[in-house]
């Protein structure tokens, strides 16, 4: 599903993250990368960093986690499949820090997690939420945008 309106100023050099003022509203949109499966995910990401973002409920950050990681390890085959290998050059590989960055990501979410009491669903701090998002959000304008229009078809 491509929608040009969303992908339109989300070019590598025009990619544009949420400012400080921009997080008080928490309807944000990631870019589309022009690859139906993940897009499908990153609007599945879109509602869930909504939500966790609203309630703050430890139950949300917990769904908003497993589905990122999920959503990581698809990507991560997408990218293996369309030719994003192991290879380094120069000491860089593009599919290891994308796969470091979702590493950190998951790590993050689950240090807040483990802050707070087993099966609770206690309030956790905004600020704690918030900065989990936007790792999320940063990431996709970081790394996934790269992606766009380079990744097979499922």
């Known amino acids: 599903m491509f929608h040009p309106a969303r992908t339109q100023n989300c070019g590598f050099f025009s990619a544009h ?3 400080d003022e921009e997080w008080s509203d928490p309807d944000f949109q990631l870019p589309l990368i022009q690859h139906e499966s993940i ?3 990153h609007l599945v990401l879109e509602d869930l960093m909504r939500t966790a973002v609203r309630t ?3 139950r949300d950050v917990q769904a908003l986690q497993i589905f990122f990681m999920q959503h990581s390890e698809h990507e991560e085959a997408i990218m293996r499949r369309s030719g994003f290998a192991a ?3 120069r000491n860089f590989s593009a599919i290891e820090s994308h796969t470091r960055d979702h590493k950190n990501i998951v790590n993050f979410a689950e240090s807040i997690l483990h802050n707070t009491a087993e099966g609770s669903d206690r309030q956790l701090r905004v600020r704690q939420v ?3 998002c936007r790792r ?3 990431h996709v304008f970081t790394y996934d945008i790269l992606l766009t229009g380079a990744l097979d078809i499922d």
Request: charged content about 40%; proline content about 6%.
């Open 56 to 58: 703050q409920e430890t």
């Open 39 to 41: 897009d499908q995910e």
């Open 87 to 89: 290879e380094r050059e």
């Open 136 to 138: 999320i959000i940063e």
């Open 17 to 19: 993250a949420p400012t």
């Open 130 to 132: 918030t900065l989990l």
